[in-house]
């Protein structure tokens, strides 16, 4: 049967972790992130993001913001990544950066076709933008610097149909 994507996109794009690793390798700036394999790597893991708090987990797959948590200290993460691990799940550590909304442009052959701003709900003190949890969702004009960039991740997954999420943090894509 016919597939948009190849195996190979579609794995890179369903695994958080590779994903940050491609976009890295093509010079793309991302969230620092690190895997965190056991408890013993906790530590580590949260020096390597910055050694801050708050923190993002997240489980290497998932969608609609399902296996995101933040965490505000050291034994809440602890404790999340064991109830995690309790149930197979591999997870990553991203640094927290503090955003009210997040871009989502969808491209087909490294074309950008549309973009929409994802913009959190104040009033159900969710920390995520997912539409899925109750983001709100607005036509969104892409300037040059953000073409350039959305057209790069596309490249670096390799998927002829794609959707890229960028945000702007203290003034940059």
Known sequence: FFLVNDLEAMMLCSNKMSNAIALERNNINIPKTSIVNNVKSIEDAHRRIGGKFPVIIKTLTGTQGVGV????????????????????????????????????????????????????????????????????????????????????AARSSGASYCGVDHCVYKGKA
């Open 69 to 152: 948590s933040k965490v505000n200290d050291m034994s809440s993460l602890v404790s999340v990544c064991q109830s995690l691990w309790k149930y197979d799940a591999s997870i990553l550590l991203q640094e927290f950066l503090d955003v009210s909304s997040d871009v989502r442009t969808l491209l087909v052959n490294n074309k950008i076709i549309g973009a929409a701003e994802r913009i959190r709900q104040q009033e159900n003190k969710d920390f995520r933008n997912n539409v899925h949890l109750g983001a709100d969702t607005k036509p969104y004009k892409l300037s040059e610097e953000e073409k350039e960039l959305v057209i790069k």
